[in-house]
């Protein structure tokens, strides 16, 4: 039996004892991944530094920072999120008890990213423990010394069996994929995506994943350009443009183009000074590999901004490309590098169109003062998010899903929605052995009028709060009519009615919510 066969059967046996079930179960294994964060956050930045050349206080802002945010949320919401969930009732269980129950899926698999490989490995995995699941954590090989870390470090914080950690490259991967787990969630490409999704369905696993696409990023002429710019800059650049959700390429009027390249280049000067290369928070691409790939990519296009590279270093300058056409070989795949290509369209029709004749992308990025455009670029185009007049920051909501659509991937999570995507949302019927008079309509021999009770019991929307308001109102009303013909017994019937004047004040406050 091999090594990712064991660490997956220790898992489920561990699960199948019923340990992650208790809430305080999972409080405590949250609180000690926090734990980790804190006390382990020079060798988190340490191996950030090698592997991606970020700086410390870069590898808290986008690294760690976000998942202590959802540590805590977690923490704090728990109860709630794991809480039977009331639903509305028809007439035929207007008396009984209705509601979705969250339960743990099983034994998760995790296969984390190489670009962010501490936030985009552990969200998911917030995630999976406070849903109640044992959960295998499969960093990135890419990314190895954050890897290495993880390994060696995660264990020491959290339940060994239930949260192991398993390094290793492809055939690694490969073993566990042969796995049969209750959930796969995976970062990273589309290609590797489909790899996943086939292994899953040979076992009927769902999976969640978060792939990533060519997000566009149109400039509106009429908008504060100079603004625009400048978060464009930052979004794009930002770990060295190796982010999933990064503008890969801006679409604007050939008017305000040279404008546009001007305003870039002035805030790459004031982000990351005039040599880049040796600026601390501007980081480095992961290998050599990939190195090459993006330096392919700007193949027949002009270099407008940046442009200078070092192979040995893996360094590739900010870099901001034009004369760029739709058979550009930078617009053929994901970038996911510092290359920014700029494509000139007529307006905002040649521009919707030409993000609808591709892949639909992991966000929309539009910029512009009317608020009409925007919404009719979220009416008639599809993406995983839109964002308008901002990059990147719609990551950092936990109330908003984070996921894609189509090729860009599917399922979601962030917040409660790891929670949920996480769980399986069961659905309870309580019934009492009463009343079986009235499923008389649904038993043999089957008539017309007991279909005509069936089509109205069934049928007929009822709004069960309203019913039981007016109950309360018609109850309370009946009261009052009693004190007022019965003035002699006021001080008999007053402290019952305070009390029903109370209960229809919350009856009326918990239906308007």
Known sequence: MSREQLVVQRARKS????????LEFRIHQLKSLLRFISERRRDIADAVKKDLGKSEHGTELFETLGLEGEIKLAVEKLAEWAAPRPVEKNLLTISDEVYVQPEPLGVVLIIGAWNYPWAVTLQPLVGAIAAGNAAIIKPSEVSSHSAKVMEELLPQYLDKDLYPVVTGGVPETQELLGQRFDHIFYTGNSTVGKLVMEAA???????TLEL???????????????????????????NCGQTCIAPDYILCEPSIQSRVVEEINKNVKEFYTDNPKTFEDYGRIINQRHFKRVMALMEGSTVAVGGDNDESQCYIAPTVLKDVTRDSRVMKEEIFGPLLPIITVSGVDEAIQFINEREKPLVVYVFSHDNKLIKRVIAETSSGALLANDCLVHFTVSALPFGGVGNSGMGCYHGRHSFNQLSHLRSCLIKQLKMEGVNS??????????????????????DVRRLRRMAWLTM????????????????VINPVLCFFRTKLSISIFSYKL
């Open 15 to 22: 699960f199948q004892t019923g340990r992650t079930k208790p």
């Open 201 to 207: 369905a040979r076992h009927l696993t769902p999976v």
């Open 212 to 238: 990533g696409g060519k997000s566009p990023c149109y400039i509106d002429k009429n908008c504060d350009i100079t603004i625009a710019c400048r978060r464009i800059t930052w979004g794009k650049f930002v």
């Open 441 to 462: 309509m649904r038993y043999p021999p089957h008539t017309a009028k007991k279909l005509g009770w069936a089509r109205f019991f069934l049928l007929k929307q009822v």
């Open 476 to 491: 309370f009303a009946g009261l009052a009519a009693f004190v007022v013909q019965n003035p002699n017994r006021c001080q």
